[in-house]
């Protein structure tokens, strides 16, 4: 069957439910994870979903910080949620989906930012985010990753040349350095993962799903980053029907600095058009 998912870092839930309804009822996505809610289950505001008709409703969240969410208008016939690190922090949560005369494994990750100075040594939340990487490697291969699956979310890691505005300049600046982003490539190998993203948009084009708050005009600067990804295995890589940046988003009133990402699965494989089927809003 078909299916649309989408994938959103809100920067804090309860600040923002407002920019997540209006998101909803513009676009209707089957599915939505949303990385960084900053709520704990007891705070969720599983009432604005369930009035749209998302009843289904997985929260792994902890107070004030992190916390990662799936909200559905399918339900689920499993749900889970791991541990990185030893940490005890709410960074994955993961459901089944049922697809026709099978099922679809969607995981939602929310990895360390890991902090200012690209240096394990001397910094313990880049060393953290490095381990976390390293830990998502190991488990996301072989049977895990030998079926039906999308990975989505907040990875934060801007892994090709033209996913940050400057290549050159952002070497040095953690989300982009090679240690990042060849550790995100071996996640990304280690499990036959497909770039949805990059599927539809050449790599030689310019793709950001984040723009920092520290721009007085994040339009005229246009100083973006992609750290928003959508992943599936191959045994879906063909029913990829499109993918959409919703980057007027980053215009709304009081917004995330991320933006939401949207892909659409077909029931069945698809014959792509490269003229219709990626869609980046203006950042209006």
Same mark, same amino acid.
């Given at each position: 069957?078909?299916?649309?998912?989408?994938?959103?870092?809100?920067?804090?839930?309860?600040?923002?439910? !407002? %920019?997540?309804?209006?998101?909803?009822?513009?676009? /209707?996505?089957?599915? *939505?994870?949303?990385?960084?809610?900053?709520? +704990? &289950?007891?705070?969720?505001?599983?009432?604005?979903?369930?009035?749209?008709?998302?009843?289904?409703?997985?929260?792994?969240?902890?107070?004030?910080?992190?916390?990662?969410?799936?909200?559905?208008?399918?339900?689920?016939?499993?749900?889970?949620?791991?541990?990185?690190?030893?940490?005890?922090?709410?960074?994955?949560?993961?459901?089944?989906?049922?697809?026709?005369d099978g099922d679809i494994l969607?995981?939602?990750?929310?990895?360390?930012?890991?902090?200012?100075?690209?240096?394990?040594?001397?910094?313990?939340?880049?060393?953290?985010?490095?381990?976390?990487?390293?830990?998502? !490697? %190991?488990?996301?291969?072989?049977?895990?990753?030998? /079926?039906?699956?999308? *990975?989505?979310?907040?990875?934060?890691?801007? +892994? &090709?040349?033209?996913?940050?505005?400057?290549?050159?300049?952002?070497?040095?600046?953690?989300?982009?350095?090679?240690?990042?982003?060849?550790?995100?490539?071996?996640?990304?190998?280690?499990?036959?993962?497909?770039?949805?993203?990059?599927?539809?948009?050449?790599?030689?084009?310019?793709?950001?799903?984040?723009?920092?708050?520290?721009?007085?005009?994040?339009?005229?600067?246009?100083?973006?980053?992609?750290?928003?990804?959508?992943?599936?295995?191959?045994?879906?890589?063909?029913?990829?029907?499109?993918?959409?940046?919703?980057?007027?988003?980053?215009?709304?009133?009081?917004?995330?600095?991320?933006?939401?990402?949207?892909?659409r699965l077909a029931s069945h494989?698809?014959?792509?058009?490269?003229?219709?089927?990626?869609?980046?809003?203006?950042?209006?």
């Amino acid at each position: 069957m078909s299916v649309t998912i989408a994938t959103w870092n809100i920067n804090s839930l309860r600040l923002r439910a !407002r %920019l997540v309804g209006r998101f909803l009822d513009r676009h /209707r996505p089957d599915v *939505l994870c949303l990385q960084e809610i900053k709520t +704990p &289950e007891q705070f969720f505001p599983y009432a604005m979903f369930r009035r749209r008709g998302y009843d289904h409703i997985l929260v792994n969240g902890q107070k004030g910080y992190h916390g990662v969410a799936i909200i559905s208008k399918r339900p689920f016939t499993a749900t889970a949620t791991r541990g990185f690190c030893n940490k005890g922090d709410s960074r994955h949560a993961s459901v089944i989906l049922p697809d026709g005369d099978g099922d679809i494994l969607l995981h939602n990750f929310y990895v360390p930012a890991g902090g200012d100075e690209p240096d394990p040594a001397v910094n313990p939340k880049f060393a953290h985010k490095l381990a976390f990487l390293e830990e998502m !490697r %190991l488990w996301l291969t072989g049977a895990e990753t030998d /079926r039906r699956a999308i *990975l989505v979310g907040d990875l934060n890691v801007a +892994p &090709e040349v033209n996913d940050v505005w400057s290549h050159r300049q952002l070497l040095r600046v953690v989300s982009h350095t090679p240690v990042e982003t060849e550790n995100l490539e071996r996640i990304r190998a280690a499990g036959g993962w497909v770039d949805a993203l990059r599927r539809f948009v050449p790599p030689e084009e310019k793709l950001y799903t984040w723009w920092s708050y520290r721009a007085p005009d994040w339009r005229k600067a246009n100083k973006g980053r992609r750290l928003d990804h959508i992943w599936v295995t191959p045994h879906l890589a063909d029913r990829l029907e499109g993918i959409e940046i919703v980057a007027a988003a980053r215009g709304w009133a009081r917004p995330s600095d991320h933006v939401p990402v949207i892909a659409r699965l077909a029931s069945h494989e698809v014959t792509r058009r490269p003229d219709s089927v990626a869609t980046v809003q203006p950042a209006l």
